[in-house]
């Protein structure tokens, strides 16, 4: 039995090394030639020729489709349930889709507890249920989370969060100072691998990291900061200079019940470590007391939003799609929020503006791009630093695109 003169694929030490489609085509004129005899007119024109090319198609996707499979074991490359598989080995699942997060001011007499499942409308119609019971303190207001009740990328610009839809007595009125952080879709596979990554440390206790990933492992979470200070005195850290105090650690949270998120970080942190933020919640630890148990006060951030503008200048081709400039809106968000199959920008991060130059420059094959400033009160920066204590927002609102 002869032997083809196809080059085959080749598994080596630096990787595995598909052979060139003009390789391929090479040899299965060789092939053809061979089995006719020799003599065959080579050129692709010919009836000879046209069935070398369909051959090489063929084979050349099928090794594709045999690269991509190898590559699928690789956690960097692995996507759909390749990806999923390769998560199980460290016991994590892909996070379903989640609702948008909205940090909310309520209003009303002092004393008023404002129940978890209470709700609230935007501008919009859309629904937001309250994540926790909260009290309205002797200020007459208090700082809560409302996150929608449906899933995914739902925009809530500052100051539309403004209904009451459940009335509780006391309770007056409600608002939001800043946009809300927007929900996702179901994890995309940059996020959890970003996740995985960060897993690493999710059976050790007594780490930042191990915090880490145990308060993003659970449901609904968006992103996660955290930062211990193991000195004798407070330390000012980050865009903000958030003050954390001696001997403790500072975790902030997007998204997440209070409780859990609370349970979570008691259950890592080091022993006799002291906690910060605006946000509390009592873990009573059952295990092997009577009643009544122990029980710790745990305190953790909820960031402030902090709204990302945007300046985008494109050169006014009149053969751009008519609605370029929504086009463009929509990828800049999604590009933010991580729709697009990239991470998200996440608390306490660095925001580059040249981050957006792909995902505008994609919006159509005839988009010429000039330049994208950002910035938080006027967009004139190429970055901005995320501060430990603020969650990076965006709206189309805030996107200004111009045709130069």
Sequence with gaps: MSLSSVPKIQFTPAGLVIPAETAVLAGVQDDINAAFGGGLNP???????????????????????????????????????????????????????????????????????????????????????????????????????????????????????????????????????????????????????????????????????????????????????????????????GATNYPIAAHSVYVAVVGGADADVAAAIWAKKDLGCDTNGNTSAVVVDPSGYSYPQPSYVIKFQRPAGLAVKFAVRIVNDPSLPSNIVTLVKNAIIARFNGADGTTRERIGATILASRYYGAVVSVASNVSLLDVLIGTSSPTLTQINVGIDQRPTVSAADITVTLV
């Design 43 to 237: 050129a692709l024109e010919t009836p000879q020729g046209q069935l070398a090319s369909s051959q090489a198609a063929i084979i050349g996707d099928k090794n594709n489709e045999f690269a991509l499979f190898v590559n699928q074991v690789d956690p960097q490359y692995s996507a759909d349930r390749f990806q999923d598989a390769i998560a199980r080995i460290y016991f994590l699942t892909r996070k379903p889709a989640t609702p948008t997060s909205v940090q909310a001011t309520l209003t009303g007499l002092s004393g008023t507890v404002v129940p978890a499942g209470t709700l609230a409308q935007d501008t919009s119609g859309n629904t937001y249920v309250c994540a926790g019971n909260v009290t309205i303190g002797a200020t007459g207001t208090v700082i809560a989370e409302f996150q929608n009740v449906a899933t995914g990328p739902i925009p809530c610009a500052a100051g539309t969060l403004t209904q009451v839809y459940q009335a509780v007595p006391g309770w007056d009125a409600i608002t939001n100072a800043a946009d809300g952080t927007m929900g996702s879709d179901v994890e995309s596979r940059a996020d959890f691998e970003y996740r995985r990554k960060n897993s690493v440390a999710l059976n050790g206790t007594g780490t930042p990291q191990a915090i880490y990933a145990e308060v993003f492992a659970l449901a609904d979470v968006l992103d996660v900061y955290v930062k211990d200070n193991p000195t004798g005195a407070a330390v000012n850290t």
